[in-house]
């Protein structure tokens, strides 16, 4: 009867997955058919998880890495009683589902990370691993380990053919991720033919050498050998783990089993009827379920709540015996900064030299790191560059005992508790390791790089804007003035295509003090993630007697000086390292009986968020006489400066030569600055 039952399971999971996509006349019913064996037996018989409670902070973490087979998703959550219901699943991929094309967190219960573009969530199960090792190695204690749970990604060949995945897995393998646990569908089919003509590797080799621990199981449909292999996994500490299930994509399709053309097309309502009738189920009604089937998946409900109920007792002990860490450890499970978590930011003093402000971000990080520790993160490989170690506060690594090299690079051990990640040359897992740690909760977490370096990171960024994660981004080096490394490394549009991502804020600070407020908007900023672009040259430390005070920053931009009378006849406009160089120009100008107004723009997201009213009262509309400088592509500026305003930018390469001659070259000096301003005073005087 067990055996009965099981099979009645894994075929209710197969075709209310096959029927939906047939009724949507979309999507991907192949993987459906072929993976339900296995993900029967991980929802059923090993995940933790509370249907009635989904954010149940210990429970294990799953990751439908191949987001195209979301209805294997979809069906498992409706059938374990999240609040995804049958009419949801009738909806699939239609207007305003909870059932989305692929999966959405946020959008649907249950679902922890938005996946589709392959390899992602892969990536993204990395960082949910790291984020529990951290969490677990800071607040468990002897008797108390109220950090404990598991995280299962399932994945295709697809996934493990995107360079993102090989990133994230030779690091996992490094930091010996014993709770990160894998299962491959490997079909060995793609959308376009089988992988034989593109993937022919040898994948378990391939993972091994990575430092990951692989079992095979021959039969994707051998409910016993996955519960094995799985269970083999979790008693694995030292390696994460890639259980190899040979599937077959479309299993049961008389026409399309082991086809491409069950992977990314309906069967046709022909080929549902014979898979049905092959697999020995009833043809009609659509969308069956079985009761005895219904009962069993239902049976998660009780299962959830009893271990809910006893992490609940956990911690209510541990707040007893440890109440200072159990506090500490609420708050950053609820995403909340504790008390004067910002007490220490350095005010910095007026400084004509000034400092870059990637230096001054690196004061400000370590000012608030001890007082906020949520903040964890790295860079890629670049961390003495981009000033972004948190000192004294350890590697991530992996610690005494599961790695026989216990010093770290400061010399100051490796734990899972250390704070500094080190992604290595892996900017695009470095993108989506932090969006998983930010979807696991608990931490804040941050990644750095160069700004040109942004490219390799596109894809997590934007997923990270679409699921509206708190994440932290620090790109140094943000522009020609970089200097000798040339136009490889010298970034000109890469702020434009940052701030053409939905739901990023880009901050370009202009100088210390401003990067001291940036840091304050990103880590206030928990709905959506901030990037910080900071400069690698020194800049002038602005004095706020003269100027307005840097917090005006929160807004996006303000007015940093003013005409004496109010009323300016020209607007100079910048942003970041320019801010300091329209300010010299500002005091030719007046010199010379201009007046002007000074504009510090260091963030579109923010200044667009204000009221019209402020915004005109910044850039008032009657003045028509405005020049943005920027180090970058002048696309965009121009909503900032009119038709019959000016952008002094960078429309072209770089080149390699020492940072201060680029921008003379470029034209970012005083004089040129001048220069076109006046023009445009004087076309406004002929043309008023």
């Known amino acids: 009867m067990s055996d009965l039952l099981d099979q009645l399971c894994v075929n209710t999971v197969r075709f209310l997955s096959v029927d939906a996509v047939q009724q949507a006349n979309s999507g991907h019913p192949g993987m459906p058919l072929g993976a339900a064996a296995m993900a029967y037996v991980l929802w059923t018989r090993l995940l933790k998880h509370n249907p009635r409670n989904p954010d149940w902070f210990d429970r294990d973490r799953f990751v439908l890495s191949a987001g195209h087979g979301s209805m294997l998703l979809y069906s498992l959550l409706h059938l374990t009683g999240y609040a995804l219901s049958l009419d949801d699943i009738k909806q699939f991929r239609r207007w305003g589902s909870k059932a989305p094309g692929h999966p959405e967190r946020g959008h649907t219960p249950g679902v922890e990370t938005t996946t589709g573009p392959l390899g992602q969530g892969l990536a993204n199960a990395v960082g949910m691993a790291i984020a529990e090792a951290q969490l677990a190695a800071r607040y468990n204690r002897p008797g108390f380990e ?35 646990i894998c299962l491959y569908d490997d079909n060995r089919v793609t959308l376009a033919a089988g992988t034989d003509i593109a993937f022919s590797e040898d994948r378990a080799r391939r993972f091994e050498a990575y430092g990951w621990h692989t079992l095979p199981v021959a039969d994707g449909n051998d409910l016993a050998a996955i519960d094995a292999a799985l269970r083999a996994a ?13 599937t077959h994509i479309g299993y049961g399709s008389p026409n399309k089993h082991d086809s491409f053309e069950a992977h990314g097309s309906p069967l046709g309502v022909n080929e549902v009827r014979l898979t049905k009738q ?41 707040a007893l015996a440890f109440p200072e860490l159990a506090e ?68 991530f690594n992996p610690p005494a005992g599961v790695n026989d090299d216990t010093q770290g690079s400061d010399g100051g051990g490796w734990s899972y508790a250390g704070r500094n990640l080190h992604f290595g040359v892996r900017e ?53 003035a970089l200097g000798e490394d040339g136009p490889t490394h010298q970034p000109v549009e890469q702020l434009a295509a940052l701030r053409a991502i939905p739901n990023l804020t880009v901050i370009r600070p202009g100088d210390a003090n401003e990067t001291a407020v940036a840091w304050r908007v990103a880590l206030e900023t928990c709905d959506h993630p901030v990037v910080l672009v900071l ?69 579109w997201e923010l200044f667009e968020a204000q009221s019209q009213v402020y915004r005109d009262s910044v850039l008032p509309p009657s003045i028509t006489a405005r020049l943005a400088v920027e180090a970058g592509v002048s696309q965009g500026w121009h909503r900032y400066v009119g038709g019959c305003g000016d952008v002094l930018g960078v429309d072209g390469f770089g080149a390699s030569a020492p940072g201060p001659i680029m921008l003379r070259e470029y034209g970012f000096g005083v004089e040129n600055v001048c220069q076109r301003a006046l023009a445009l005073v004087e076309k406004m005087k002929e043309n008023p």
């Open 146 to 180: 109220v950090i404990d749970h598991a995280t299962y990604a399932l994945v295709s060949d697809g996934d493990l053919m995107e360079g993102v995945a090989a990133e994230a897995a030779s690091l996992a393998g490094h930091l010996k991720l014993g709770k990160l």
């Open 234 to 246: 979790r008693t694995e500490t030292a390696r994460p783990s890639l259980i190899l299930v040979r």
């Open 278 to 318: 092959n697999l020995g189920w009833p043809t009609e009604p659509p969308f069956l379920i079985p009761d005895p089937a219904l009962t069993h998946f239902r049976a998660a409900l009780e299962r959830g709540a009893h271990d809910e109920a006893a992490w609940n007792e956990r911690m209510m002990a541990y």
């Open 328 to 395: 500490e450890l609420r708050l950053s499970l609820r995403g909340e900064l504790p008390p004067d978590w910002d007490a220490d930011i350095p005010v910095f003093p007026a400084d004509a030299r000034g400092i870059a402000t990637r230096v001054a971000s690196g004061q400000v990080m370590n000012a608030i790191a001890p007082r906020l520790p949520m903040l964890t993160g790295g860079s890629a490989d670049l961390d003495p560059s981009t000033k972004t170690t948190l000192k004294d506060l350890g590697d």
């Open 428 to 480: 695009h897992a470095m993108g989506a390791i932090v969006n998983g740690m930010a979807a696991h909760g608990g931490c804040i977490p941050y990644g750095a790089t160069f700004l040109i370096f942004s490219d390799y990171m596109r894809p997590p960024l934007r997923l990270a804007a679409l699921m509206g994660l708190h994440v932290v981004h620090v790109f140094t080096h943000d522009s020609i």
């Open 535 to 603: 400069s690698r040259q020194d800049l002038p430390t602005l004095d706020r007697r003269r100027h307005a005070p840097a917090d005006g920053l929160r807004r996006g931009a303000y007015v940093l000086s003013d005409a004496a009378d109010g009323k300016p006849e020209l607007i100079l406009i910048a942003s970041g390292s320019e801010v300091g160089l329209i300010v010299a120009a500002a005091e030719r100008l007046q010199g010379e009986g201009v007046a002007v107004r000074l504009v510090s723009m260091a963030s």
